[in-house]
């Protein structure tokens, strides 16, 4: 079955409370399954709500497992551009999939994860998840997500044949993409240097923050003194106020695409694909965007696409946990579903877990997976290294407040209603509001 006639329109997803099962749903119903590895199959239907970024090689584990239980699913995929607060809109409305595909960073802590979420913290796949689980998917010790897919790093991909055409470097700092840039606009000005989305507002955060920040998260752990009331987002020698900085120092010198304001990611791939712009700073989950792109062959991706990772003072691929491929159980309230979404998390961490990979082409996670049976090459094999060699977890990962304004704030500094340091006021202010929303500990 191919993906369009998986999908189910989310109009009518919305217009139906039947596609969410048992919507309003939620806490402890008091007829829980034991989630420990036992749960069967006891529902022929399940319903999930996803990014409709996924790649084929998640989409595709929803169909093996149909092929091996009859469990059909209703696919509801969520709006790409507005997926965090779409999710929260219809979570806080009382909806519940049987399955939720989201992120396995702070934002899931939002869901209130100890009433509604099932702690899976006694599946086998835990003790073989590698130390993903020290950093992501667990909430007051308890682990709610089944993370899957390779992590997901934040960095530029770029064209090959550009930067062979004009002698350039892969960037390792932000001085380099400055350089880049300096470069192309003298000898290729009808190439832009770099693509930015201020219309889909989410990768704007990517170079301005995750990137410019991984240095100092690498080598300082800066988001722990942050959360430890050591410094702030606005202190007097703040990198993050730095990063943003540079990124406007780009902005300004004329590195981003005239339509920067308003382009959508989608674009981006395009230009960068054919060349029309050399990089773009997005998560390695959209490297099969790329491959869609230049015709589906593999081989053609590896030759035109690279994958860089420059930060403020050297090469540090920051990353946080892939959303396509990370799964969560929701209280539903309605056993069997709940059963049958158990089964189906024991089963693509188990049995199913392998013919993921190899269909991926990417490094396991899970202990006791080999690794895909074609290999890892070319841009994989590139992203394999960088998560190997010099990696920093996303430093706004566990910013409770702060990370779900951040595009709002950078899509500011691109039409210029913000500056640097009233974005470096404004996250101290949010982060700080929702610490002690939240009861985090030292913020009560």
Known sequence: MNRSMRIVAIVAALAVGSACSNPGAGG??????????????????????VNPADPDAVMNVYDRFTEETGVEFE????????????????????ERPDILEYHATSLFWALNPEQNLYD??????????RDILDFAG?????????????????????????????????????????????????????????????????????????????????????SQQVLEQETTFDAPDSPFTAGIAAYRGLHDSGCFNSDATTAVFEDSIVAVSEGT????????????????????????????IGFAYPSADGAVSAWAPNVAGTWYVPKTGDAERESTALAFIQWVTGDGYQDFVDESGTFPVLEGAEPPASGIT???????????????YAFN????????????????????????????????????????????????
């Open 120 to 129: 899976l913290s006694e599946m086998p796949f835990v003790e073989r998840e």
């Open 277 to 304: 712009a050399a990089m773009v700073a997005l998560p390695s989950g959209l490297l099969d965007m790329f491959t869609a792109q230049l015709g589906g062959d593999v081989a053609v991706t590896n030759e035109t």
């Open 28 to 49: 402890d119903s008091g007829t829980e399954v034991s989630a420990d590895g036992t749960a069967e199959v006891q529902a022929d239907r399940l319903t999930v709500w």
């Open 397 to 444: 990962s566990d910013l409770i407040g702060f990370n779900s304004e951040f595009a709002n704030y950078m899509t500011g500094l691109l039409s210029g209603s913000e500056t640097p340091e009233s974005i470096a006021e404004r996250s101290q202010t949010a982060f700080e509001q929702a610490a002690r929303a939240a009861g985090l500990p030292g913020w009560d």
């Open 138 to 222: 667990s909430f007051d010790g308890k682990v709610y997500a089944a993370i899957t897919d390779t992590p997901s790093l934040f960095g530029i991909f770029y064209n090959r044949n550009v930067f062979a055409q004009y002698g350039l470097e892969v960037p390792q700092t932000l001085d380099d993409l400055a350089s880049i840039c300096a470069t192309l606009q003298a000898e290729a000005p009808g190439v832009t240097p770099i693509f930015e989305s201020g219309g889909s507002a989410w990768p704007t955060q990517i170079l301005s923050g995750l990137m410019a920040m991984g240095s100092a998260q690498q080598a300082d752990g800066w």
């Open 75 to 94: 696919i509801i995929e969520m709006p790409s551009d507005a997926f965090e607060s779409g999710v929260q809109t219809r979570w806080a409305s009382g």
């Open 378 to 392: 070319g841009v994989r094999e590139e992203l394999q290294r960088a998560f190997e060699d010099s990696t920093a």
